[in-house]
């Protein structure tokens, strides 16, 4: 009995979607501009954080030796904060390497390089680069080197300048800035998904409450509460399937469209690639999302008109 | 099989619809309630269908009270009543066969079942011909058969009709008339809300009374009075 009512379920809910072409149609095209919304706040959210990401990379920290610091000294203090929570990696240019990035940044300046060429020695010392995971985290890795700047073998100060004190307002304001954009970017993302599902839901209402009259014959007929809400709700999932369709063909064109733009102004990151690469989490999102909005609106709005 | 005992329903700006309603129906009795409009007769339907509940008093259907049990026991008592309206209740977006179909769906009977049973009942109505139609391509007289058809199809205890003819022309009204009579043959229950005098003078079986929301006459074998 359970797989005939079932079957007499998923065909009277078809038909019902089938015959009522109008309503239907206005109800999956609400639903497509929502779940569009829900799949366009996925790429916004992936164009946010691959900007946010670039600009991360750009800021790091240099700590530069003196002429006289030891490898082994600079390679203790790099091993030192390799183990940091905060770092992500710290890179360590020698003085040769310096002085070859001085003369191919000053390549064409011929008098700076014939004045390096009167110097006995390498005037450079050697550096690390080190890059935070976070930005706010700078702070603290400048802090750990100050309480390491005399700890050399010989007890030499070997640290010559971190640059981080020059950088510092620049720094703290990215690092604001990121923070900010991260909470309007998830602010705004939550008050859309809030507003579509609330304008689905209440177009899935309003569906219903056009067959009211339906329901309360269905109930005087003897129909079960189960028999009575199942074909909508097979409604609400027919809604939520065809919209999620139409939104992934809809995605395709305009991603195509827009993608090169986006490439060129958020940090290389392609639309239509990320599109392509992640097609099946898209899809299972919109998908998702449409089938689970199909189903509890339906489900809500039918339960009001069952009350016995 | 079903008692109504000491029925009141006060609507909230103190308009009393029905009141000290007390009465009892018997299995394969034919029951006429007659009284002008508003007299109470369709409240007095809907309190019995738990469409509406009473502001007082209680009804039982074979001894259970209906506004007293669950969601799932009064489901089953409404599969055993078939019922019929002035206004028909057809579902507007399925055809003659399918609005005939549903019932029987909704009461758990088999494909086999309803693909013999619903060309039958449609015959015995005599509509065979517009089996596909759905409701709005039906008259007045059609759509209120197919109800009936609807109604009898499962076979019920008991069958409602409330104001069946009220639409319907003289020969249409006659028609259903012997239709009700007929499954009233059959051995079901038939309880009849009417204000048309011929019909009520025709069935010739027991009428009951109402004005302004009271029973006034209760006669075995009455004539409509009023």
């Known amino acids: 009995m359970f797989w005939t009512n079932f079957k007499r379920i998923m065909r009277a809910g078809g038909v019902h979607f089938w015959r009522n072409g109008v309503v239907s149609l206005a109800s999956v095209l609400v639903m497509t501009v929502t779940l569009f919304v829900i799949s366009s706040l996925i790429f916004m959210s992936a164009l946010l954080q691959a900007t946010l990401e670039e600009i991360k990379g750009k800021v790091d920290v240099n700590i530069y030796f003196n ?22 990696n710290a890179e360590y240019i020698s003085r040769e390497q310096a002085l070859e990035d001085f003369r191919e940044r000053h390549k064409d300046d011929f008098l700076t390089l014939q004045a390096l060429e009167e110097l006995d020695d390498n005037p450079l010392g050697a550096s690390l680069n080190i890059r935070a995971k976070e930005t706010s985290q700078y702070e603290s890795i400048a802090r750990f080197l100050e309480s390491r700047q005399a700890l050399s073998e010989s007890g030499d100060i070997i640290i010559d300048k971190i640059n981080y004190y020059q950088n510092k307002v620049v720094i703290d304001r990215l690092s604001r800035v990121i923070d900010g954009s991260e ?12 507003i579509s599902l609330v304008i689905v839901f209440n177009t899935i209402r309003l569906t219903i409450y056009i067959s009211r009259e339906e329901i309360s014959v269905m109930k005087l007929v003897g129909a ?15 809604y939520g399937l065809i919209s999620s369709f ?26 239509f ?14 998908f998702g999302s449409g089938v689970l909005l199909g189903i509890t609106s339906s489900f809500l709005a039918v339960t009001r008109y069952l009350k016995k | 099989m079903i008692y109504f005992d000491n029925i009141h329903k006060i609507y909230r700006n103190s308009l009393i619809v029905l009141e000290d309603i007390n009465f009892s129906v018997e299995r394969g009795e034919f029951l006429s ?9 369709t409240t007095l339907l809907k309190i019995l269908l738990a469409e509406e509940r009473p502001t007082k008093g209680s009804v039982f259907f074979d001894s259970k009270n209906v506004h007293q049990i669950d969601g799932t026991d009064m489901t089953k008592i409404r599969q055993r009543i078939g019922t019929v309206f002035q206004d ?12 005939i179909a549903f019932a029987m769906e909704a009461a758990g009977r088999s494909d086999e079942e309803i693909s013999v049973n619903v060309p039958n009942v449609l015959e015995l109505v005599d509509l065979n011909d517009k089996m596909w139609s759905f409701p709005g391509e039906l008259s007045g007289g059609e759509k209120q058969r197919v109800a009936i058809a609807r109604a009898i199809v499962v076979e019920p205890d008991v069958l409602i009709a409330d104001e069946p003819t009220g639409n319907l022309d003289p020969i249409n009204t006659y028609e259903i008339v012997q239709i009700l009579k007929k499954i009233n043959d059959l051995g079901s229950t038939v309880i ?35």
Do not use: C
Request: no cysteine; glycine share 10%.
């Open chain 1, 224 to 238: 079960s509460h189960m028999y009575v809400r199942g074909p909508f709700i097979i409604e609400g999932i027919l």
């Open chain 2, 33 to 41: 309630i007659v009284g002008h409009s508003g007299a109470g007769k």
């Open chain 1, 183 to 194: 909470k309007i970017g998830l602010t705004i993302t939550v008050a859309l998904i809030i």
């Open chain 1, 273 to 286: 690639d990320y599109y392509v690469e992640n097609f099946g989490e898209i899809f299972l999102i919109t």
């Open chain 1, 67 to 88: 002429t006289q610091a030891s490898e082994e000294d600079i390679f203790s203090i790099r091993d030192s904060l390799g183990a940091l929570p905060e770092v992500a």
């Open chain 2, 192 to 226: 009849l809300t009417t204000h048309n005098k011929g019909v009520v003078d025709s069935v010739e079986k027991r009428v009951i009374t109402m004005e302004r929301g009271r029973i006034v006459r209760d006669d075995k074998e009455g004539k409509y009075v009023l």
């Open chain 2, 88 to 99: 028909f209740r057809l579902l507007p977006d399925k055809t003659a066969y399918e609005n």
């Open chain 1, 246 to 271: 139409l939104v992934m063909v809809i995605l395709y064109p305009i991603t195509i469209w827009i993608g090169d733009i986006t490439e060129q102004f958020f940090g290389g990151i392609n639309v």
